[in-house]
């Protein structure tokens, strides 16, 4: 598995339920990465998608409620979740919100695709900050791209513990 994500400059990842920022460029990143393949997400996130389950993508959504989402498929609990991803190829699930899941699911990921914001979204979720886990390095870090006005870097980290 994988695990997307948009981090400012101090590894925040959202505000209110919601995005910190609205970036174009990333925004065509995540659906490079993703169209075809699978995308895991809390309740919340799959509640802050503004027109439901992303399309041509396989969605799962964790809720331990059992509720069902339209266009998606729910999984009550991590060891459910782990089934139903492990019927894909570990290259194509990607994990992508919100906090809660990318803690439960960090160490069960052997890549993690972190553009990263320079700037400061005032931030109330956060994301595990890599740089300082013994597990997880830095193997490639794109030139800056000035992007809504926001420059970014598109980073890949390697934990080392899997991959």
Same mark, same amino acid.
């Given at each position: 598995m994988n695990?997307?994500?948009?981090?400012?400059n101090k590894w925040g990842i959202g505000k209110n339920n919601g995005l910190l920022f609205r970036l174009p460029a990333d925004m065509k990143f995540f659906r490079e990465k993703t169209v075809g393949k699978v995308v895991i997400m809390g309740a919340n996130t799959f509640a802050g998608l503004p027109h439901g389950a992303l399309p041509d993508r396989v969605n799962i959504v964790l809720d331990d409620s059992g509720k069902k989402y339209n266009g998606a498929i729910t999984a009550t609990d991590i060891p459910q979740l782990l089934r139903l991803a492990a019927q894909y190829s570990t290259d194509d699930v990607f994990v992508c919100g919100g906090a809660s899941v990318y803690a439960q699911l960090l160490n069960k990921c052997a890549y993690a695709y972190v553009t990263k914001a320079e700037a400061?979204? @005032?931030?109330?979720?956060?994301?595990?900050?890599?740089?300082?886990?013994? @597990?997880?390095?830095?193997?490639?870090c794109s030139d800056p791209v000035c992007d809504g006005g926001i420059t970014i870097r598109f980073c890949t980290y390697c934990n080392t513990d899997i991959a």
């Amino acid at each position: 598995m994988n695990i997307i994500v948009v981090a400012d400059n101090k590894w925040g990842i959202g505000k209110n339920n919601g995005l910190l920022f609205r970036l174009p460029a990333d925004m065509k990143f995540f659906r490079e990465k993703t169209v075809g393949k699978v995308v895991i997400m809390g309740a919340n996130t799959f509640a802050g998608l503004p027109h439901g389950a992303l399309p041509d993508r396989v969605n799962i959504v964790l809720d331990d409620s059992g509720k069902k989402y339209n266009g998606a498929i729910t999984a009550t609990d991590i060891p459910q979740l782990l089934r139903l991803a492990a019927q894909y190829s570990t290259d194509d699930v990607f994990v992508c919100g919100g906090a809660s899941v990318y803690a439960q699911l960090l160490n069960k990921c052997a890549y993690a695709y972190v553009t990263k914001a320079e700037a400061d979204g @005032n931030a109330d979720a956060f994301f595990p900050d890599l740089d300082a886990l013994p @597990n997880w390095r830095q193997v490639s870090c794109s030139d800056p791209v000035c992007d809504g006005g926001i420059t970014i870097r598109f980073c890949t980290y390697c934990n080392t513990d899997i991959a």
